[in-house]
């Protein structure tokens, strides 16, 4: 862990193409649910020494695992291509395969996995979804690899082949988000048991995580900000579906609030709105959604507890909840009667 803090990262924050990023993004998120589900520590790392780097832990981790993902649209991969050289104004630039070693000459005997992560199969070590070991290989592929490491780094060892893995990703470059919809779906039900809630908003909130760490690093000396700024571990995990759990659990119901109201005609101006607002309140997670519904408590309660009808309090609190509309809608643009379903919402959510 030590390392991670004073090694330089050689990747630079990992300024890649968009669609690649999101490939990256989707992968790794992957990753994690399923070192989740096995219920082991990790941590997972994006953009940080390689595309994905995984841990065994947050706190006192001693193995590394580096994934190098790279799609393709059409071709096949061979251990050749993967450790092929190509010339940019006349020079050799590195290969993928010596990318990969980097980290074990940085890290040492920690780096104990250097995976290469693709959309397209490497068919000489199998065409299954599934992780292959170099040393799997044909023979003749296998020592063409090998001497072609050995002529780009001195130092690489036949010993070394064992570290290397190809890993056929089950996701399609057109529809990856699709599948990772359906894993996140998996996922929910499996953690926390919900089956009620549409899995996308969650998806967009793990995916935003994960791309907020996919961004630049920058100069930390801290273990903790550091996982903070380029990690999801076990416990931001753990974060994220207890806050999802607490949303559906301490869901205000309709049927609490529907008799408050003086008339059938100002009951059914709300409903549809409260009911939009329970959909949307469980989807959002994070400090600035908590911030914003805390805000509106704050602004409501004095106002209804001054005894007049339930519209006339909510009118009376609607002008200082306008002004912290745009907290919750990018634009502001709410109308009278969403802002009046969040009061009564917010008035009273219990959690």
């Known amino acids: 862990m030590a390392s991670l803090l004073t090694i330089p990262d050689a990747a630079g924050g990992g300024k890649v193409a968009i669609e690649r990023l999101d490939y990256q993004t989707a992968w790794g998120l992957s990753r994690a649910m399923v070192l989740h589900s096995g219920g082991e520590p990790y941590a997972v790392g994006f953009e940080f020494h390689d595309d994905i780097v995984e841990l065994n832990g947050s706190d006192s981790s001693d193995k590394a ?7 393709d649209k059409a071709k096949d991969w061979t251990l050749n291509r993967i450790a092929a050289r190509k010339k940019v104004k006349g020079v050799h630039t590195p290969s993928f395969a ?40 044909p023979k003749k592929e296998l020592e063409s690899f090998l001497k072609s490491l050995q002529a780009e ?25 699709k ?26 909130m793990l995916v935003d995580q994960c791309r907020r760490r996919s961004r630049q690093l920058s ?33 205000v119901q309709w049927s609490e609030v529907s008799g408050w109201f003086a008339s059938i005609t100002e009951a059914q101006a709300i409903k549809p709105h409260f009911f939009s607002y329970d959909i949307e309140r469980k989807s959002r997670l994070g400090a600035s959604a908590l911030k914003f519904q805390g805000d509106v408590r704050k602004l409501v309660v004095p106002h209804m507890e001054t005894g007049r009808s339930l519209m006339e309090m909510l009118d009376a609190a609607l002008p200082e909840v306008r002004k912290i509309a745009s907290h919750w809608s990018s634009d502001g643009l709410l109308s009278n009667d969403y802002l009046r379903a969040i009061m009564l919402y917010e008035y009273c959510y219990v959690g």
């Not at 996922?187 to 998806?203: E, M, R, V, Y």
């Open 98 to 137: 010596w990318r990969m070693f980097e980290n074990r000459k940085k890290f040492g005997a920690v780096a104990r996995r250097l995976v290469f992560v693709s959309n397209q199969p490497c068919p000489a070590l199998g065409n299954d979804h599934k992780d292959y070991s170099f040393t799997d290989a």
């Open 179 to 204: 599948a990772l919809l359906g894993e996140v779906t998996t996922f929910i039900h499996d953690q926390t048991g919900l089956d009620n809630i549409g899995p996308k908003a969650f998806a967009l």
């Open 153 to 177: 780094d001195g130092s690489f060892k036949e010993e070394h082949l064992s570290l290397f893995s190809f890993s056929y990703s089950p996701f399609n470059l057109g529809s990856f988000d």
């Open 65 to 71: 695992s580096f994934y190098q993902v790279k799609t």
């Open 219 to 251: 100069d930390i000396s801290d273990l903790s900000a550091l996982l903070k700024s380029k990690f999801v571990t076990r416990a931001d995990m753990e974060q994220w579906l207890q806050e999802l759990k607490d949303k559906n659990e301490n869901r």
